[in-house]
Every structure is written in C-alpha cells, then in structure tokens.
C-alpha cells in the first residue's frame, strides 16, 4: 500500500496528475522534471535512497548534483549560507520537494567544494 501512495504522490509531482494536487510551488517545467529525474535515478543506481519514517530520501552527488545546484541559481533561488561542525555550505532550496548544496569549506575550514542534492517524497 504504501508502495502505491509512493508512487501515486511523484506522479502527482511529477505530471500532475488529475485530482491529486502535487505540493504547493513544486515545478512541473521540463527543465525542473529533468533535474529531478536524474537525480532520483542516480540515487536509485548508485543506492543512496533512504526509508525514513515517513519519507524516502533520495540522495545525489558530483555532476548531476552540480547541475541541478546551478539550474536553481539559474532560477534566482537564494542561497543559504549554513555552518556547522562538519563544514560551511550554500543551500538552495528545491521548492516543494527538497534541496541542493554545495560544500565550501571542510570541518577543518579548508577550501573544497562537493555538491549533493536531496528529494523527499511522502510515503
């Protein structure tokens, strides 16, 4: 069963299926579908897909994470500067669905950048 809610809620994202309303400011351009695809499908093929208690986590990384991070700056998505233990980021927010960042500076301050995106999806 929720298998079926899994997969009727990305195709309610993803083409906006009729009677069921995808999450408020969720982007059905081409363009944005595409971003979202690869990186759903490089989560998938590379096994960075999560269960958590009432989401799936998808997980993506290097070129794939690079280009959907710069198509939202493309988009005017403001980044958010963000510091913690394990580094300093810029996160830019997927509307709807999840976010994208880049890694700045590594838990030492050093230069670096690594980027990974994140997709939620309701189960």
Same mark, same amino acid.
């Given at each position: 069963m929720r298998k079926i809610q899994s997969v009727i809620s990305i195709c309610a994202i993803l083409f906006?299926?009729?009677?069921l309303?995808?999450?408020s400011g969720v982007s059905v351009e081409p363009e944005? $579908?595409?971003h979202y695809s690869y990186c759903v499908?490089?989560?998938?093929d590379r096994s960075f897909v999560f269960? $958590?208690?009432?989401?799936? @986590?998808?997980?993506?990384?290097?070129?794939?994470?690079?280009?959907y991070f710069n198509y939202l700056g493309h988009l005017h998505v403001r980044d958010r500067r963000v510091e913690?233990?394990?580094?300093?980021? @810029?996160f830019r927010t997927i509307s709807g669905v999840g976010r994208c960042w880049n890694k700045i500076f590594d838990e030492a301050r050093l230069p670096v950048s690594a980027f990974g995106c994140e997709i939620f999806v309701d189960i």
């Open positions: 906006g299926a009729p009677g309303a995808a999450p944005a $579908l595409a499908n490089e989560a998938k269960v $958590l208690s009432r989401q799936i @986590l998808y997980r993506c990384h290097g070129d794939v994470a690079i280009s913690d233990e394990t580094g300093v980021y @810029l």
